[in-house]
């Protein structure tokens, strides 16, 4: 399986989100759309925090060079 990138994660979540709001989703299906939603959103705070990791490296990295 492929991973995952975080603006297809963001646009499912805000379509389900959307679903809900609007009751657009049965109630039989509820359970399963808040699962993948809480899936998803973990998926994006994932990749928050390797992108954070990785800006600070790079900084960190520009930083040593300069001195």
């Known amino acids: 399986m492929t991973e995952m990138k975080y603006s297809k ?3 499912k979540l805000e379509e389900i989100i959307k679903d809900i709001e609007n009751d657009e989703i049965d109630i039989d299906e509820l359970s399963a759309k808040v699962r993948e939603a809480v899936s998803l ?3 994006c705070k994932e ?3 390797k ?11 520009f930083e ?3 001195e």
């Open 41 to 43: 959103v973990k998926i």
């Open 9 to 11: 994660a963001m646009e």
């Open 47 to 49: 990749k928050i925090a």
């Open 64 to 66: 040593v060079e300069k």
């Open 51 to 61: 992108a954070e990791l990785e800006v600070k490296d790079v900084v960190q990295g």
